[in-house]
Structures are given as C-alpha cells and as structure tokens.
C-alpha cells in the first residue's frame, strides 16, 4: 500500500495522558499535514511541514500540541495532558511541492477518545 | 480569509436520479477548488479539482464539478446517482495567491441514495 498510513487507527486513553500518533506519507511527497475533525464538522487545519521544516503552527489548538517530521519523512502529533474536548479524528495527509495546486492524499486516520 | 459555505447538511437522492451537492467560497484572491469523499470510519479521498480553463471539471466515479465565478460556486454533480454514492461530501478551497496556505474545508454535507 502506498497511501498515507496511520498508526494507531484508533487511540483510548485516560484524561491527563499524553499521546502520540504518528503518519508516514505517500514516498516523495515534500509536504506533510495534520488536520484535525470532529463529528458534524469538517476537517480543520492545525499545521504542516515543507520536508523538516514546519512552516504554520499557529493553529495548534493549544501549546499542548505539538508536531515533529524530524527526517523530512515520518511525522508525529503528540498531544500533552489530554483533555475530553480532545477526542476526535485525526487526519494526516500529504502532498507534492509543485504547485499550489496539488490536492493533498489523506490517511484514514486516528481517532482518539479520552476518557 | 478563506472560508467554503455548504449550504446543506443532507441531500437525499433516489437512484437513477440525478444529484447536486452545493459549495460556495470565499477567497481574496483566485482559489483553486476540490471535492473530497468520506466513507464511515475513513480518511478522504480525492474526487476532482478545479484549476483553470474549463469550468467544468471531471473527476472520479462520474462526479464532475462546474465552477462559477459569478457566482464562487463548485457545485459538484452526478448525472443518475448509485447506492454506493452515499457518504460524506467535503468542498475545499485554497487561495491561489495566498502563499503557503493549506486547503480550507466546508462543513461537508451527507449524501443518502435511497434505492
């Protein structure tokens, strides 16, 4: 398979915990997204990498997000002290520098509860 | 700022019937536009996207799109609509001059096919 993955798909944990998802993009593809949906709405922006370089995090939901692609290829979401308003889908995608105009290929997902 | 209208929450269609699913945008600039697909419990997956030329664009599993500028509509069709059609249906919009924005999603509108 080819396409984003990833990993876990789903994600129970207690409130306070920390968690940590992470996303493989599709092979070359320079750009790395992370988006974040809850039920009822549509996905909605929280930052992006260029390769290693993450060039929008003001998004991020609060400082206790945070995301890393530290070789240009894998990235991860880590969510600090998890909270109940975190639980939601969390979408990865990625696409091709080329252009403005690339669509970005999604991931099926995380989905995190806290409990 | 962008931001992408979809006026509908549910769109119930019987098979064979044609459909329209309704998008409006709002961008200072040129926007590129997309329609993405959502299955239960699944990442997005790219339906068509509108760049430049020709207003009506077509894409995957007989969708096609017609841009209006006009109007800043991309409202997306099928001309006899299956079963299988039913899932989430999100309209996405990126600035064309904006720089290094990433896409901007609507709501998303739930598409029912009934037999």
């Not at chain 1, 909605?44 to 997000?65: G, I």
């Not at chain 2, 299988?84 to 896409?103: E, K």
């Amino acid at each position: 398979d080819t396409g984003v993955s990833q990993d876990p798909r789903h994600k129970i944990t207690k409130r306070g915990q920390n968690v940590t998802f992470r996303c493989d993009p599709i092979s070359e593809h320079n750009r790395l997204y992370w988006y974040r949906q809850t039920l009822g709405q549509g996905p909605e922006f929280l930052t992006y990498f260029q390769n290693e370089a993450q060039l929008e995090k003001s998004r991020l939901l609060s400082d206790r997000f945070s995301a890393e692609r530290p070789k240009g290829s894998f990235s991860t979401l880590e969510i600090q002290r998890t909270e109940q308003g975190d639980s939601a889908m969390y979408l990865c995608a990625s696409s091709i520098l080329t252009g403005m105009n690339t669509e970005a290929f999604f991931g099926q997902g995380t989905r995190l509860t806290v409990v | 700022a962008q931001s992408v209208a979809q006026p509908e929450d549910q769109v119930n269609v019987a098979e064979g019937n044609p459909l329209t699913v309704k998008c409006t945008y709002s961008v200072s600039g040129n926007p590129y536009l997309f329609w993405y697909v959502q299955y239960p419990n699944r990442g997005l997956q790219f339906l068509l996207k509108y760049i430049t030329g020709d207003n009506l664009v077509k894409g995957s599993y007989g969708f096609e799109a017609e841009f209006n500028k006009s109007q800043t509509s991309f409202h997306l069709k099928k001309p006899s609509a299956l079963v299988s059609d039913s899932a989430l249906y999100f309209c996405a919009v990126r600035d064309r001059f904006s720089g290094n924005t990433p896409l901007v999603f609507g709501k998303g509108t739930r598409l029912s096919v009934i037999a």
